[in-house]
């Protein structure tokens, strides 16, 4: 239930994840009022998309992922009259207030997985998609930086120090969210049923 794929993190990249159980018998309500706050969600500046993610086993809670360009975004939303309205319709169907996480760059790369488990990209896959991103970086790191670096005499800890430092950087801020936003119908793959 999602109102635009969201995007792999990037540079200024906020994720908030809320997470909210709704009222026994209210789940339907819960989700329309979900599905019409991400379409107010569409005209605001800096919105990337958003996405429902219903409980795994009937009662849990159900996780709402939103994607804004920048924190001055997500904070015009959060100050915003149709956010304020939208949610005070919700407390009728839900469970107490949501409990937000936010995440942006280097942490959501990292951040544990916010999905329920039947719906993680197979662990094979997600090697795969990681290799296919370090090994050109390593290697045109490698070979356009660690023979100048040697050629100035510097220890190898420090030559291995620079490139692993730059090899990093590119694949946290470069490469791994350009690549998992296109690798992910492979890494969604064919989920086992049940």
């Known amino acids: 239930m999602a109102a635009a794929p969201p995007p792999g993190p990037g540079p200024g990249h906020v994720t908030r994840i809320a997470r909210r159980r709704a009222l026994p018998g209210h789940e339907a309500q819960y989700e329309a009022l979900v599905r019409e706050m991400f379409g107010t969600m569409r005209g605001h500046r800096g919105f990337l998309g958003a996405e429902l993610l219903p409980p795994e086993r009937h009662g849990e809670d159900y996780q709402v992922v939103v994607n804004f360009t920048d924190e001055d975004a997500l904070a015009a939303w959060d100050a915003s ?7 005070a319709r919700m407390r009728e169907h839900a469970v107490g207030e949501p409990e937000h996480r936010r995440l942006s760059g280097l942490e959501a790369w990292f951040a544990p997985a916010v999905v329920p488990a039947s719906m993680h990209p197979p662990r094979h896959r997600m090697a795969l998609v990681t290799w296919l991103g370090i090994w050109p970086t390593a290697s045109l790191v490698l070979w356009l930086l660690a023979g100048r670096l040697q050629d100035l005499g510097l220890p190898f800890l420090v030559v291995t120090l620079v490139n692993t430092a730059v090899i990093t950087a590119l694949m946290t801020w470069v490469v791994m969210p350009r690549l998992t936003r296109l690798a992910r119908p492979f890494l969604a793959g064919r989920r086992r049923a049940g």
Request: proline content about 0%; overall charge negative; charged content about 45%.
């Open 81 to 87: 009259e149709e956010r304020a309205a939208v949610h």
